[in-house]
């Protein structure tokens, strides 16, 4: 059944009779609620749920399927975010589940749905950067596991809800992408009892010192990074800048891109893909 995410977010577990043979990363699904509301769908991203080392071979494509030994394409789990504005969609489910107790709902989902807006499958790139802002990492988090991802790949996260960053950090602690965790509220700790028991035996021993690498206390400086990515992909590569999250956030990035793109080096291709739903 669905559950709550601190107060704000609510995680719904999508589980398919049939896997989703068509599923490429980064796709959505327009979902509904017909307790909620009859007519109305909404586009929420798709996030692949870890299923123990099923054999990647039947996951066949790498450039589509998840292809991913942790990961099924037959159960997903999809974020939704408190707008705060009353009587919208997001606000009623998350009220209604306050008193849900964890039950079971029916839902009706139409999809999956999109692509990235890249011209080359993401597979090719030398160099990707993924730029999020709160809960607009979750195009990201099945990405971070993809067998093309390198140490050239990097997750900028900036984020105030820590319950959500817990809840992501499965899918964070073993990526072999570079993530940075930019946290924008001073309150807590993630090296605390509280985000230890979210975090499995076996990576209890170096989660500290992960934290500590990876975690920063301050905003993001979003030119530097994607400046950094660039400078990074050798020469007559290509580099792939990824952003979703506030309209500020996807500005900011896509000025940096276009800085970038304009400084660099005959056969060096630097291209752009910006993550958006407004609704």
């Known amino acids: 059944g669905p559950e709550l995410i601190g107060k704000d977010i609510a995680v719904l577990r999508l589980r398919f009779e049939a896997p989703l043979r068509s599923y490429k990363l980064g796709q959505y699904v327009f979902l509904g609620i017909p307790a909620l509301s009859k007519y109305e769908l909404k586009p929420l991203t798709l996030v692949p749920v870890a299923q123990g080392s099923p054999a990647r071979e039947q996951y066949g494509d790498t450039e589509g399927l998840v292809a991913n030994a942790c990961c099924s394409n ?5 974020l939704v975010k408190r707008s705060g504005v009353a009587g919208r969609w997001s606000d009623r489910l998350l009220k209604g589940l306050k008193s849900h107790g964890g039950k079971r709902i029916r839902v009706v989902v139409d999809g999956p749905y999109g692509a990235l807006s890249l011209p080359f499958v993401i597979s090719r ?37 820590k319950e959500l960053v817990k809840h992501c950090l499965p899918f964070l602690l073993h990526s072999p992408a570079a993530v940075k965790i930019h946290l924008t509220s001073a309150s807590g700790d993630l090296e605390s009892d509280d985000y230890r028991a979210g975090v499995k035996k076996e990576d209890s021993a170096h989660f500290e010192q992960w934290v500590g690498n990876n ?16 400078e990074n992909t050798k020469r007559g590569g290509m580099t792939g800048i990824l952003v979703c999250g506030p309209s500020s956030m996807k500005d900011d990035v896509n ?20 993550e958006t739903f407004e609704w």
């Open 74 to 78: 037959s159960e997903f789990d999809v």
């Open 125 to 161: 790139y030398d160099c990707v950067v993924m730029v999020a802002g709160g809960i607009g990492v979750t195009p990201f988090l099945a990405m971070l596991n993809h067998p093309s991802v390198s140490k050239k790949w990097s997750l900028i996260w900036s984020v105030r809800d």
């Open 215 to 230: 975690v920063a206390f301050s905003r993001p400086d979003l030119n530097w990074y994607v400046k950094n990515a660039v």
């Open 255 to 274: 000025e940096a891109y276009k800085e970038s793109a304009a400084g660099v080096q005959s056969g060096h291709r630097v291209h752009f893909h910006c």
